[in-house]
Every structure is written in C-alpha cells, then in structure tokens.
C-alpha cells in the first residue's frame, strides 16, 4: 500500500514504526522535500508483503448486465453460491476452462520429419511389425 505523507506526518509515523530489516529506508534522506512515498510492510495472510500481493492481483470491473463478454456481480455471487465457492474461485474457474480449451496443451512440434528421419524410424518400425501372409485388410476412407 503506498501512502503519500507531508513532513508531519512522516515524522510521526518513523517515531512510531520500527524499521524493516533489509528494506530500504521509508525517505530519502532529503529532508528538503515536500512528500515522500512510503511502502507499507504488512502482511497478509500468506505472508506476502502487500506490495508482492499486488503484482499477482488483478483488477475485475463487472457489466451492468450479463453479455458473451462480461458478467455482472449477481451472476458471479450466483456462480459461487451454486458452486459452494467465493467469487474469487468462480473466476479462477472460468478462466481455466477458457485455458483448457484455447491454449494448446503442448509445445509446437519441430515441424515434418525430414526423408532421413523417416527412413530412420520406418527402418526401426520393420524390426517390431509384424511377419507373413495379410489375411485381410480393411480402409476406413
């Protein structure tokens, strides 16, 4: 959480909070300036300063009403309760399904094998068929 202070103010809240070890100092150095930013260091309950949390957050704005691209509130509050979840979920719900059916589930391949690799694995392939007489054999086109 980043919180803008004037000279006041910042003078008070170093009186009262400790510093963090291995955090750089709340200010400058520059008593000369008007503001300074300062970054809280409180947890959350994952231990994360809030300032990490941010960086893996991401803002959801609702739509006034249920189109093919957005959703309002009621209908996620709706999702979680069906689903016995928190809103939070049912996101991370859709856009799984979304990853599952958009985003290929491998690597590109290095394209068609080359007349020699073919040669190759047909070679290896011999060995494990099958010898003798076909006794039938059918198409399927």
Known sequence: MLRLLDRKSRARHHRHRPGVPGEP???SGNEDEATHVA?????????ETLASAAEDSMLLKFRAKDTRLGVTR???????AELD??????V????????EELLPAYEPDAG????????????VARKS??????LASKRLF
């Open 39 to 47: 970054q809280e260091h409180i947890l959350n309950r994952h231990g």
């Open 112 to 123: 068609p094998l080359t007349a020699r690799e073919l040669a190759s694995v047909r070679r």
């Open 92 to 99: 991370h719900m859709a856009l799984l399904k979304l990853d």
């Open 85 to 90: 979840t928190t809103e939070t979920g049912v």
């Open 129 to 134: 068929l099958p010898k003798g007489k076909v």
């Open 25 to 27: 100092p709340l200010h």
């Open 74 to 80: 009621d209908t996620v509050r709706a999702l979680a």
